[in-house]
Each structure stands twice: as C-alpha cells, then as structure tokens.
C-alpha cells in the first residue's frame, strides 16, 4: 500500500470509494437516484478547492482510500458557494419544500453548506473526511491517512480540527476514539457524532 498525494486522476476513485462506504462504512450506492449526490457532498468540493490536502491510498494502480479536509472550515463554506455549487447544483435541484427525506436533506445541505457551521466547532477550524474499502481496513491504514492530514493543516496554520461521523458507525466510532479525538457535544443535531483532536502528531517532522 503506497500514501500519496492526490492527483486529479484520482478523481473518479474517491467519488466511488465515497459511494461504496457512504452508508454509516457500507456500500451506498442505489440509496439515491444519483449516486454522485454522496461525493458531490463530501469528496468533490474538497478536491476541487482544496486538492492539496488531499491524500489516496494506492494498492498497485488502484486507489483504495482517501483522507481529504480544508485547513479553514469557515473559509472553505465560502469557496463553496461561490466555486462548487455553480457546478453541481444542476445536478441537485434544492427540494422546493422543508425536506423530508434523507435525500432531501442532503440536496439541502448543499445548497446551504453553511449548515456546516456550528458554534461548537469554531475552535476548531479545520476538518477531515476518511474513508477506506474493506480490503484496506483494519491495517493501520486509516491512521495513517488521518496523521498525514492533520500534519498537512498543522503545516498550514490550523491548531485543531474537527469531523463529525454517522453515530450508528461505530466501527468509525471507535476508531476516532483510538486517535484520540474527543467527543463534542454540538446543539440540536442528531445522528451525527462529532469529535475534536489538536493536530499535533507525536513524532512527526516539523
């Protein structure tokens, strides 16, 4: 297994890697009638406006995990809007009322990527996405990927990051726990488990 930097040919890879592991770590693909709804949330608009933060996991030619972030959550909102949902939003019509459905929800989401913000997390200013196939889990691997981004927004400025995963993934859950994240409690949101860590690797170059 080789960690290396992203490269725009990685793209198509993570979108599917995304897909495969969007269902609380299962394969969500056929959840929604387009299955690039995940990663157009939450893998495309961090490749696209932040790709140097971005790092895959190759076995051979073939990319089987990813971390990817942005060093300044409140900053990347912005990009968002201005840079991301001109490209995709055709693709997600906005629900013309309060949504109702997970997919809904989601298609709202992106609409409105400053939902992303919450007071609890201003502390805390970057934040992180990881995902790995099941071939690639359970190795030490996914340490990895999350060491080698938080020494890249260490590198950048930010002191500590946070991320939120689906409270029913606790294979996810335990993981964050190993790390050393802590829990965050975060107001009038539900589902979502969200954890805090400074970026500060032991042993890792300066």
Do not use: K
């Not at 051979?60 to 990813?66: F, I, L, N, W």
């Not at 709202?108 to 934040?127: G, N």
């Amino acid at each position: 297994m080789r960690l290396r930097p992203y490269q725009p040919g990685d793209w198509d890879a993570v979108y599917d890697i995304c897909v495969r592991t969007g269902a609380n770590g299962e394969d969500a693909r056929g959840h929604y009638p387009r299955d690039a709804l995940l990663p157009d949330l939450f893998a495309g608009p961090y490749l696209a406006l932040e790709p140097e933060r971005a790092f895959v996991l190759g076995a051979g030619e073939r990319v089987v995990g990813y971390v990817l972030g942005t060093v300044d959550t409140p900053a990347f909102v912005t990009a968002w809007r201005e840079r991301w949902l001109p490209r995709v939003a055709g693709n997600h019509p906005p629900p013309v009322t309060s949504p109702r459905t997970a997919e809904e929800r989601l298609v709202a989401l992106l609409h409105r990527p400053e939902a992303q913000l919450f007071p609890e997390l201003a502390p805390h200013p970057a934040h992180l996405h990881v995902d790995l196939l099941p071939e690639a889990q359970g190795a030490g691997l996914g340490r990895r990927l999350v060491e080698t981004f938080l020494t890249a927004v260490a590198r950048a400025g930010a002191p500590s990051l946070h991320l939120g995963t689906g409270s029913g993934n606790l294979r996810a859950v335990r993981f964050y726990e190993r790390m050393g994240f802590q829990r965050l409690s975060v107001a009038g949101v539900e589902g979502t488990t969200f954890f805090w860590r400074s970026t500060e690797v032991p042993g890792a170059e300066g």
